[in-house]
């Protein structure tokens, strides 16, 4: 009887990391299966005016093959996600590096840098658009300051590409420096320390680390799969560029977008963002196959205090950076419009809250942000509930069956996924009645 008893606590005891597992699966597993499942069915038939035709089977994927504004768009997603992700994860990496130490109010600085992530991308493409623009925005004015043309970022091609890039490295470097911060935590501290004791330089430390073979699987792998996922998306784009001027920033996930919802060939583009997804799958195989490989005070010296100063002026730089889209965008909500429109100023001349008035009092803006703050609490405490549960029974169980590597795979999976893949689907039955 006492056998008994003691076989049914052992395991009472080992189901509990797989139920506490058990709702983030659940949750990733259905994220992940219904679109790809009814977007690999939809790829295989023929939409006309929305409406399914009837199966068609490849013929929409020999179509997208042959096209070859689909090439165009997979060259420019490629490029893009290169840029983005190479001058992120070096950005990241040095923010890390420079937060890890022990400095004065180093939760207000982490806190800081990582504003732009928490920002909506329609958001974050409106609060660029606006300093990009000719007559209000402030880049073609500082160009003109440093002696050079205005150089009209979104009128020409490679100019509308390169900002794209530059608004991607500031919306989401900050993702990449909390992925590569925690790798960094995440490693042994004693050779650290060592280091220091034994005379090494800040520099000399951060190099050792860079080329530590335990700090690429923690931090250069994770940080470079999770920031190519996200980039293939299109909503910011969408607001910024439109995927112009012409075809210079039509990434792959805009024209899917384009064709789902400006021609109604709901297939093809399935077809489109399914042959990124199989791409993205092979790149997350790989990171995944990698990552599995590899498992007393004294007084400060001059060249330490040099060291200091570049840290707080480097902190410093970044934190201008981050910050300063929302200066302007709070800037131009106190301005008239007459003033938003007939020059450039860091300050109003005449501060007004007309705007704010105008914006609760004629345009009902009550309503919309009551129904965000409700959405965003709803959607953020069953994500918390679920994610810390998941995180406990991966942190303090040892889990067997392949199950730490299977809820890898769904993360990452659900994050590879594009949104229009959602969308488009979404979009198409809820025209054709049956949502």
Request: proline share 4%; with cysteine; hydrophobic share 50%.
């Amino acid at each position: 009887m006492e056998e008994r008893e003691s076989r049914a606590r052992r395991l009472r005891t080992a189901a509990v990391p797989y139920l506490l597992l058990l709702p983030a699966i659940v949750a990733l597993a259905a994220r992940l299966l219904y679109p790809t499942i009814d977007g690999v069915r939809a790829s295989l038939h023929r939409y006309r005016y929305a409406l399914d035709t009837g199966y068609t089977g490849g013929d929409n994927f020999v179509a997208v093959y042959g096209d070859a504004v689909f090439w165009k768009a997979m060259a420019t997603t490629v490029q893009f996600i290169v840029c983005t992700v190479s001058i992120e994860t070096l950005l990241g990496l040095l923010l890390a590096l420079v937060v890890a130490r022990e400095l004065r109010f180093a939760g207000l600085i982490r806190v800081t840098l990582i504003l732009p992530m928490t920002i909506a991308p329609v958001v974050v493409g409106v609060i660029w658009r606006l300093l990009y623009a000719s007559g209000i925005g402030v880049v073609d004015p500082l160009f003109q300051a440093l002696g050079f043309d205005a150089p009209n970022v979104l009128a020409h091609g490679l100019s509308a590409f390169l900002g794209l890039v530059v608004v991607d490295v500031w919306e989401w470097t900050p993702l990449m420096f909390l992925i590569i911060l925690a790798g960094l935590h995440s490693l042994p501290q004693d050779p650290i320390e060592a280091a220091r004791v034994d005379g090494a330089s800040a520099l000399q430390t951060s190099s050792s680390i860079i080329r530590c073979r335990c700090c690429v699987p923690c931090c250069w792998w994770p940080s470079c799969c999770a920031r190519s996922m996200p980039s293939a998306r299109s909503t910011r784009s969408i607001v910024l560029t439109k995927g112009g001027p012409g075809t210079a920033t039509q990434l792959i996930s805009i024209y899917a977008y384009n064709t789902a919802f400006l021609f109604s060939q709901y297939g093809r583009a399935m077809a489109m963002l399914i042959s990124l997804l199989a791409c993205l799958l092979l790149l997350m195989a790989a990171a995944v196959h990698f990552m599995r490989r590899q498992r007393g005070d004294r007084r400060m010296t001059l060249r330490e205090r040099l060291g200091a100063i570049f840290v707080y002026l480097t902190l410093g730089v970044a934190i201008f950076l981050a910050l300063f889209p929302f200066w302007w965008m709070l800037v131009t909500s106190l301005k008239l419009p007459v003033d938003i429109f007939s020059h450039v100023a860091l300050w109003p001349q005449q501060i007004t809250f007309g705007n704010y008035y105008r914006l609760f009092a004629e345009f009902h803006f009550g309503p919309f942000l009551l129904n965000s703050v409700v959405i965003v609490i709803a959607s953020v405490g069953v994500s918390l509930v679920i994610g810390t549960l998941a995180a406990y029974a991966l942190a303090r169980f040892r889990l067997r069956f392949g199950v730490r590597h299977m809820t890898l795979y769904l993360v990452l999976l659900v994050r590879m996924l594009p949104e229009s893949c959602c969308a488009c689907r979404s979009t198409s039955r809820w025209r054709n009645g049956a949502c």
